[in-house]
């Protein structure tokens, strides 16, 4: 009857050695299932995250380039009566990477015109009735694609101390919101003056610079050297 006893005991406790192998292996496996999971959420979480991120990227640039802002382009706009002006901005054209467009009036001055020791000629006139400036039409003032432009330089001839009024109406007709407006001119003596500052009164927009004033036979090498510090 011991014997038996002892048979039965030592059956009942190997028994419960087996149950508590697999519990603890249960356990064991669950645990590691757990930590193996884990770090499979995260990832999934910062891949989530970063497309996000990307897209709202994507997005801001999309709406950047739509909007236009930052294109960074230049423009050379000029009158020129007699070709001074126009060397000049092909140079600053040149060495901003910029584009040129040229004021036409739609009656141009001929040689006679510009004579400026005949009191009958027109130029004499003109400068003598305020007027007759405002009458000088250009061919066109409509520049394409004008709000793709951040930078525009603005030259002309001086005439009795002032910008020849063939610009006049350019700078009427457009808006210079958000746009660097930097003046220049050729003249054999006379300065710059108030002409840059005048025509900013005249726009009324625009965040118009100092300017500069080239000789009539302008230098490549100052040219270049002054447009690097402008752009």
Wanted: aromatic share 8%.
């Amino acid at each position: 009857m011991k014997k038996n006893t002892k048979g039965i005991m030592s059956l009942l406790l190997a028994a419960g050695l087996l149950a508590g192998c697999g519990s603890a292996a249960g356990s064991s496996r669950t645990s590691a299932a757990a930590v193996t999971a884990a770090p499979a959420a995260e990832t999934a979480a910062a891949s989530e995250s970063s497309a996000a991120g990307s897209g709202a990227a994507e997005s801001a640039e999309t709406e950047a380039s739509s909007s236009g802002a930052g294109s960074g382009k230049t423009l050379v706009v000029y009158y020129s009566a007699t070709g001074n002006t126009k060397a000049a901005a092909e140079m600053i054209a040149g060495a901003a990477g910029a584009d040129l467009f040229e004021l036409t009036p739609v009656e141009p001055y001929t040689s006679e015109d510009l004579n400026w020791s005949d009191d009958n000629s027109r130029v004499v006139k003109e400068h003598e009735d305020e007027a007759l400036q405002n009458q000088v039409a250009l061919t066109t003032t409509s520049v394409d694609a004008w709000d793709s432009y951040d930078t525009v330089f603005i030259g002309y001839p001086i005439w009795w101390g002032i910008a020849a009024w063939p610009v006049n109406q350019f700078v009427q007709n457009n808006d210079f919101t958000g746009k660097k407006v930097i003046p220049f001119c050729t003249s054999s003596s006379s300065e710059l003056g108030e002409s840059g500052k005048n025509l900013a009164e005249m726009a009324g927009t625009g965040d118009w610079q100092e300017g500069r004033r080239f000789s009539s036979h302008p230098d490549s090498a100052d040219v270049t050297d002054w447009v690097s510090s402008q752009i």
